[in-house]
């Protein structure tokens, strides 16, 4: 069974930090791009932030400086670790995979709430 499934959300203040977990099953992360979307309550979803198979990594202006993706192809994980989180990251947080050639693999989502 393919799975991707986010875990780390939570409740946290203004200016506190979290560490998002994606952890594939029944598929792995090599040779895809990995990334972290948002949804905001009554909005689309939206990229956060992704890394190549290569380690390269691009973020949405809005989270620049505060957040950081990383994998471990090793563990078939993806993390993001969010730094001075603001009420404006509150959402749920959705883990994707994409491969070309192949469909892409969505989580159930994890929420986030940051509270000012």
């Known amino acids: 069974q393919v799975q991707l499934v986010e875990s780390g959300g939570g409740l946290v203040q203004s200016g506190g930090s979290l560490t998002l977990s994606c952890a594939a099953s029944g598929i792995t992360i090599t040779r895809s791009v990995m990334g972290w979307y948002r949804q905001a309550p009554g909005k689309q979803r939206d990229p956060v932030a992704s890394i190549t198979s290569g380690g390269n990594t691009n973020y949405a202006d809005s989270v620049k400086g505060r957040f950081t993706i990383s994998r471990d192809n090793a563990k078939n994980m993806v993390y993001l670790r969010m730094d001075s989180l603001k009420p404006e990251d509150t959402g749920v947080y959705y883990c994707?995979?994409?491969?070309?050639?192949?469909?892409?693999?969505w989580g159930q989502g994890t929420q986030v709430t940051v509270s000012s």
């Open positions: 994707k995979r994409q491969r070309i050639g192949e469909s892409d693999y």
